[in-house]
């Protein structure tokens, strides 16, 4: 069983559109992300989510909400999308405390056109 | 603010060791960790270290901390084919979720 999940793999869409990733973890764990990997390979951390609460949100535009209809999914959804939005986004997850090993979904690369 | 650096490459040759170093700036870091990513992949935990450790070994993996300095090492020995991958080191600090380095595409030659 995949621990941390994400759908869809890929995602092609035209600017302007809005789109949703899904995230599943089955790990049980308290605090759920999602991270955004550019072309360079450079990962940043945009969300995290403990027990439904945003703990963290960084200077990440406000065309990306977070929703998290219970502890074990995170969603991510975009609207108005834009070029520059195209990258590797990653779902993750880890046990309380925030400590120990992060696990990560395999990831959701999007690509606008 | 938080920073982790690395160098964005390192070509050794097959069956010898590699050696991928981190620095990083945040001095309440509690956990740091190494991951892996293969091509079109996604992020692989291979270990991790908690703060209060100067040394972790697991199989062909070992891993230093100088906490003193703020460098993390991994080393990866009789490196293989299969080791060619970008190496990520993070850091945990004070606040939630992982700050990553740039990461280590890490190049095997025959």
């Known amino acids: 069983d995949t621990a941390v999940s994400q759908t869809p793999k890929y995602l092609v869409t035209q600017m302007g559109n809005d789109k949703s990733i899904k995230c599943e973890q089955n790990?049980?764990?308290?605090?759920m992300y999602w991270y955004k990997q550019d072309s360079k390979k450079f990962l940043k951390i945009m969300f995290s989510y403990n027990n439904k609460e945003l703990i963290i949100n960084e200077t990440v535009p406000n065309r990306f909400s977070p929703k998290s209809p219970d502890k074990a999914h995170l969603n991510l959804h975009i609207n108005s999308l834009e070029l520059g939005d195209s990258a590797v986004y990653f779902c993750?997850?880890?046990?309380?405390?925030?400590?120990?090993?992060?696990?990560f979904g395999s990831g959701t690369r999007l690509t606008v056109v | 603010g938080e920073d982790v650096e690395q160098s964005l490459f390192l070509s050794v040759r097959e069956g010898d060791s590699s050696v991928i170093n981190c620095t990083y700036t945040d001095s309440s870091s509690t956990y740091l960790y190494w991951y892996k990513q293969e091509p079109g992949a996604g992020l692989q935990l291979l270990t991790y270290?908690?703060?209060?450790?100067d040394m972790k070994q697991d199989q062909r993996l070992t891993v230093l901390l100088n906490k003193k300095d703020k460098h993390l090492s991994l080393r990866i020995a009789d490196t293989q084919t299969g080791d060619s991958a970008i190496y990520f080191c993070a850091e945990k600090g004070g606040a939630d979720g992982l700050t990553f380095g740039k990461g280590t595409h890490l190049i095997i030659q025959p």
């Open positions: 993750a997850s880890s046990p309380p405390p925030a400590g120990g090993g992060y696990t």
């Open positions: 270290i908690f703060s209060n450790m």
């Open positions: 790990l049980g764990h308290d605090t």
